[in-house]
């Protein structure tokens, strides 16, 4: 079947612009993950949902950073004013439920690009 | 709280021996773990997790990694690397502490396979 999907592939955009990055889930999956990955470090945790609501957004770095999964499915991360410092790859996962054990299926990721 | 630690950023290896790639985690509740192999340009994959049952884990590929709880450590193995081995590996702590269920990912370790 169809694994996770991440739109676009890469992005690339000026310093101040708004983007927006989609994750398409497994369908079924009741969770999703949004993870930022620089270069030479682990992904790391962004914002999860479980269903249509944000369980946990701990790790937005800052108000310029917002997510919604509106049907419980496709989620879209939006980033406002970009910064340089922003320049990553944005990595999605879903996982079937929410649950300590859980396998999370990751996409290709997203890498974005400010200049 | 939960940590990861990868003792090694880069492991160096012949095709056809052992690959170890350690691993040691701190969290105040009963841990799952997992290891994650990153190919270039490809997405996360799971090779294996340790979810309470069996010490022992296999995973694809051939990996394997023990859970030794007195030791903090969740090592992953291999009896004979292979060149398509050669990637980023990733141990993955979560413990679904205070109700949420954010992994903890370690900064990745990259195995390097010469013929």
């Known amino acids: 079947g169809a694994g996770v999907s991440q739109t676009p592939s890469n992005k690339v955009t000026e310093k101040g612009k708004y983007v927006e990055l989609r994750c398409d889930p497994i369908?079924?999956?009741?969770?999703l993950y949004w993870y930022r990955q620089s270069l030479g470090q682990g992904p790391e945790f962004l914002i999860y949902?479980?269903?249509?609501?944000?369980?946990?957004d701990s790790g937005l770095p800052n108000d310029r950073f917002f997510a919604v999964r509106p049907e419980g499915s496709v989620s879209t991360l939006k980033i406002q004013r970009t910064e340089r410092g922003d320049s990553a790859v944005y990595l999605c996962?879903?996982?079937?439920?929410?649950?300590?054990?859980?396998?999370?299926?990751f996409g290709p990721g997203t890498r974005l690009t400010v200049l | 709280a939960q940590s990861v630690t990868q003792l090694d950023s880069h492991v160096s290896v012949s095709e056809g021996t052992p690959v170890l790639l350690r691993c040691n985690y701190s969290s105040s509740y009963s841990p799952s773990l997992f290891w994650y192999v990153q190919h270039p340009n490809k997405g996360l994959q799971l090779l294996l997790k340790y979810t309470s049952a069996a010490t022992l884990v296999k995973g694809i590929n051939g990996f394997e990694a023990e859970f030794k709880k007195s030791e903090t450590s969740f090592h992953l193995t291999k009896p004979s690397a292979h060149m398509s081995d050669a990637a980023e590996y990733f141990c993955v702590v979560s413990t679904g502490t205070g109700g949420s269920y954010i992994p903890t990912f370690g900064r990745g370790t990259s195995l390097i396979v010469h013929p």
């Open positions: 949902f479980q269903g249509t609501g944000a369980a946990d």
């Open positions: 369908s079924g999956h009741t969770a």
């Open positions: 996962a879903s996982s079937l439920q929410t649950s300590v054990g859980d396998t999370q299926y």
